[in-house]
């Protein structure tokens, strides 16, 4: 025990709250301080998602327009996901549909799937050598269809400004269930401005459509806010199985990286969105692209877990500084 201090959250730790008010009234958030600097945003009323990211008191992430928006809110018709997308640092898309509306195999499905709408069924936290981890599971489960379950380890280090996303993906059906995961991860200013350098060492990019493409070669460089301003996403590839995505802001010195295994995510996205208000990088590895499950029927990309099999992914986030 530290004989100076009365209480642990003195240096660290993590504190329940409820909101109170608007769109997301009652809904709990976790707190997170790891005493290095990095300050996180857990919310176990939707998928133990982060909402917000903080290093040293400055803003990592995006914030959208909608703020928080509690589950009894969420409308899965077409597009209409954007009505509660606060972003945040991580929104989990999946895990039945990622990307654009379509039907597939006569399945109606949304934009981005229901799971980052579902409340935990369950979520604690404990501390484990050197770490603050939140437990959570969320089933995207109902009756004569998926039954999937995400299960969920965020790992905050307690020695460096660093923390890892860890999801157990499984079938608690007896049928072979199609799925898809892909972790939106929002910059936001001010770490993301026109000066913010964006390094993706990837050895293929290509545009998502025709637009994107007019400015492809363009892809690292951000820009200042635009009125009317349309995104534009690209998708990148790795040599091997090391997935990396970094950014960089030369005012503050401050930089964070994205890691995963390239070769079990193999579907990495950058979203540059450089409109005013919604002026937002998105840095999204996942195992599909998001032009919707039955494009990725057709291309053979989409995944298949068999009943009673799981599937495990990892993405580790680091906030580093440059020295003056």
């Not at 929002?186 to 007019?214: C, F, K, W």
Request: glycine share 10%; net charge negative.
């Amino acid at each position: 025990m530290n004989p100076y201090i009365g209480h642990d959250s003195q240096l660290y730790g993590m504190e329940e709250h409820r909101l109170v008010g608007g769109k997301g009234e009652g809904m709990r958030l976790y707190e997170v301080n790891n005493g290095k600097g990095i300050m996180l945003t857990v919310s176990p009323d939707r998928n133990g998602d982060i909402t917000r990211l903080r290093y040293k008191g400055m803003n990592l992430s995006y914030f959208s327009p909608c703020g928080y928006v509690a589950p009894a809110y969420y409308d899965s018709i077409g597009s209409n996901w954007l009505n509660s997308f606060t972003a945040g640092f991580l929104t989990t898309c999946g895990l039945q549909a990622v990307g654009s509306p379509c039907e597939d195999e006569g399945e109606a499905l949304p934009l981005h799937g229901s799971i980052a709408n579902l409340p935990c069924e369950q979520a604690y936290w404990t501390e484990e050598k050197g770490e603050l981890v939140i437990h959570t599971v969320t089933k995207d489960e109902t009756i004569f269809g998926r039954k999937l379950r995400l299960s969920r380890k965020l790992r905050v280090s307690l020695q460096e400004n660093s923390f890892i996303i860890e999801d157990t993906v499984a079938n608690t059906g007896d049928r072979l269930e199609p799925f898809e995961i892909l972790y939106h991860m929002n910059m936001g200013y001010p770490l993301l401005d026109e000066d913010s350098i964006l390094t993706i060492p990837s050895v293929d990019v290509q545009p998502r459509d025709t637009h994107a493409a007019e400015d492809i070669a363009n892809w690292m460089h951000m820009e200042k806010p635009a009125p009317g301003y349309q995104e534009r996403c690209y998708y990148h590839k790795f040599a091997g199985k090391e997935g990396k995505a970094s950014l960089y802001q030369p005012k503050s010195k401050v930089g964070l990286t994205i890691s995963f295994d390239a070769g079990e995510l193999d579907g990495f996205v950058e979203w540059k969105m450089m409109g005013v208000r919604d002026y937002v990088l998105g840095l999204e590895c996942g195992n599909c692209y998001p032009d919707g499950r039955d494009v990725m029927r057709r291309t053979g990309m989409l995944k298949f877990l068999k009943p009673g099999e799981k599937k495990t992914y990892q993405v580790t986030v680091q906030v580093w500084e440059k020295p003056c």
